[in-house]
């Protein structure tokens, strides 16, 4: 690939900006609210505090191991090829094509009351349509559009909520958002905090994308670090100027149009719409990244072994079918599909994934560096982190319980058969090391 065909460091920053920003503060916000009540600003900061444990591991690695399979290839390159490996390798992709699903529903969800058009099954699934269409053709020209696309989308987005915190803290009350921390209140914390956790997953789509990265040595540790601060800032911001200045009870009862509503009383009704555009723009960001990533992903793994052939590309968005496949299944989840059980297991595995990452990471530590004993903390951390997950799940959504297991075994079975039937495994050497 040509060096002007490569993401810039602000480019990448910006795809992993957006995924983050669009996929919690428009989406779970009022679940946050509910559990964490006025802790909601530090329960952002614990989540962020999880997703630096995981990004220090990410960084060193990413940094060193170049593959658009990102943790994969840092797994492969730890654990070796294995079922375990390509279970895993299953589980992420289907959380890519699970997101695309989400970021769909979400903005037609946003979209159609906005334009006073009555949200119905064939009016949902026709926006539904359009909207993926666009953003898997937007991909299809490559790299470098989606950067530039992202980029613009990001700005505009961040801008309206700038707006939103700057009119915010006008006519703050400090009082409603003051932390609470006896024992109800620090256990919703720590619950939130846990849901949160997902609101900071979007910097993993940097290592997905390391190939197409300019000097990704160098890059993709600062896009890492980057992302996560300058998202956690902006997160601790708006919910400081949400809870101070809207009751508990109306952000819990508004849930995704939280942050519209809030903006009312001190934007009035041109809050609320400029809100609601930046929710549409924050959804579009993550999906554009999302379907990237996605894309990524199905090409780096069938090009290693991993996925069926009819996946894999000679060239860089020449040949498109792992683009389309992520895309088509993304908008067929959308379409028939009730994807609130399935959303509620996606923080499960993808924490399984970073624990995975860490371990690999300890095994590599004396080849790629890393300081062992902060990596075994980490780790340690991260185990007690999916510990409280799948507590949480157990706790108040069994069926989410059950699915994640369904989901772990499934993932092993099918790539049980997979590998007893079609003979394959991943290509180690394609992986690249940058010393």
């Given at each position: 690939?040509?060096?002007?065909?490569?993401?810039?460091?602000?480019?990448?920053?910006?795809?992993?900006?957006?995924?983050?920003?669009?996929?919690?503060?428009?989406?779970?916000?009022?679940?946050?609210?509910?559990?964490?009540?006025?802790?909601?600003?530090?329960?952002?900061?614990?989540?962020?505090?999880?997703?630096?444990?995981?990004?220090?591991?990410?960084?060193?690695?990413?940094?060193?191991?170049?593959?658009?399979?990102?943790?994969?290839?840092?797994?492969?390159?730890?654990?070796?090829?294995?079922?375990?490996?390509?279970?895993?390798?299953?589980?992420?992709?289907?959380?890519?094509?699970?997101?695309?699903?989400?970021?769909?529903?979400?903005?037609?969800?946003?979209?159609?009351?906005?334009?006073?058009?009555?949200?119905?099954?064939?009016?949902?699934?026709?926006?539904?349509?359009?909207?993926?269409?666009?953003?898997?053709?937007?991909?299809?020209?490559?790299?470098?559009?989606?950067?530039?696309?992202?980029?613009?989308?990001?700005?505009?987005?961040?801008?309206?909520?700038?707006?939103?915190?700057?009119?915010?803290?006008?006519?703050?009350?400090?009082?409603?958002?003051?932390?609470?921390?006896?024992?109800?209140?620090?256990?919703?914390?720590?619950?939130?905090?846990?849901?949160?956790?997902?609101?900071?997953?979007?910097?993993?789509?940097?290592?997905?994308?390391?190939?197409?990265?300019?000097?990704?040595?160098?890059?993709?540790?600062?896009?890492?670090?980057?992302?996560?601060?300058?998202?956690?800032?902006?997160?601790?911001?708006?919910?400081?100027?949400?809870?101070?200045?809207?009751?508990?009870s109306d952000i819990i009862k508004a849930q995704e149009n939280a942050l519209a509503i809030a903006a009312k009383?001190?934007?009035?009704?041109?809050?609320?719409?400029?809100?609601?555009?930046?929710?549409?723009?924050?959804?579009?960001?993550?999906?554009?990244?999302?379907?990237?990533?996605?894309?990524?992903?199905?090409?780096?793994?069938?090009?290693?072994?991993?996925?069926?052939?009819?996946?894999?590309?000679?060239?860089?968005?020449?040949?498109?079918?792992?683009?389309?496949?992520?895309?088509?299944?993304?908008?067929?989840?959308?379409?028939?599909?009730?994807?609130?059980?399935?959303?509620?297991?996606?923080?499960?595995?993808?924490?399984?994934?970073?624990?995975?990452?860490?371990?690999?990471?300890?095994?590599?530590?004396?080849?790629?560096?890393?300081?062992?004993?902060?990596?075994?903390?980490?780790?340690?951390?991260?185990?007690?982190?999916?510990?409280?997950?799948?507590?949480?799940?157990?706790?108040?959504?069994?069926?989410?319980?059950?699915?994640?297991?369904?989901?772990?075994?499934?993932?092993?079975?099918?790539?049980?058969?997979?590998?007893?039937?079609?003979?394959?495994?991943?290509?180690?050497?394609?992986?690249?090391?940058?010393?």
């Amino acid at each position: 690939m040509k060096k002007d065909k490569k993401l810039s460091l602000i480019e990448v920053i910006s795809m992993a900006v957006g995924t983050m920003i669009g996929a919690s503060i428009f989406s779970i916000f009022g679940l946050g609210a509910k559990i964490a009540g006025n802790d909601l600003p530090e329960a952002f900061i614990l989540s962020g505090i999880y997703a630096l444990v995981v990004a220090y591991s990410y960084a060193i690695l990413g940094g060193k191991i170049i593959s658009n399979a990102g943790p994969i290839a840092f797994i492969l390159k730890g654990l070796g090829d294995s079922i375990v490996t390509g279970a895993l390798s299953i589980l992420m992709w289907l959380t890519y094509v699970i997101s695309i699903s989400l970021f769909v529903k979400g903005f037609a969800g946003y979209l159609l009351p906005f334009i006073h058009i009555e949200p119905t099954t064939l009016t949902i699934g026709i926006v539904e349509v359009i909207v993926i269409s666009f953003f898997t053709a937007l991909n299809f020209f490559g790299s470098k559009s989606v950067g530039r696309a992202e980029f613009y989308i990001v700005l505009v987005k961040l801008l309206i909520l700038l707006v939103f915190i700057l009119g915010g803290f006008m006519t703050i009350n400090w009082g409603m958002a003051k932390p609470s921390f006896d024992t109800v209140h620090t256990n919703g914390l720590l619950n939130a905090s846990i849901i949160f956790f997902l609101s900071y997953m979007g910097f993993g789509l940097i290592t997905n994308a390391s190939e197409n990265i300019e000097n990704p040595t160098k890059n993709v540790p600062l896009a890492i670090y980057i992302s996560i601060l300058f998202v956690m800032i902006f997160y601790i911001l708006i919910s400081l100027v949400t809870i101070g200045n809207l009751p508990l009870s109306d952000i819990i009862k508004a849930q995704e149009n939280a942050l519209a509503i809030a903006a009312k009383p001190f934007l009035g009704n041109f809050g609320f719409i400029l809100i609601t555009i930046g929710a549409l723009f924050s959804i579009s960001s993550a999906l554009n990244a999302t379907i990237f990533g996605g894309a990524n992903i199905a090409y780096s793994l069938a090009k290693d072994g991993e996925l069926p052939d009819f996946f894999e590309r000679k060239i860089w968005f020449k040949s498109t079918e792992g683009l389309y496949i992520t895309a088509g299944l993304g908008l067929l989840f959308a379409l028939f599909f009730d994807l609130g059980a399935i959303a509620s297991i996606t923080s499960t595995i993808f924490t399984v994934i970073y624990i995975f990452v860490l371990i690999s990471h300890l095994r590599l530590q004396k080849e790629y560096g890393g300081n062992k004993i902060l990596i075994s903390i980490n780790l340690t951390i991260l185990v007690v982190v999916f510990a409280a997950l799948i507590k949480y799940q157990w706790d108040t959504q069994k069926s989410a319980f059950y699915a994640s297991i369904f989901t772990f075994f499934g993932a092993i079975i099918v790539e049980y058969l997979y590998r007893k039937l079609g003979k394959r495994k991943f290509n180690t050497h394609k992986i690249n090391k940058k010393n």
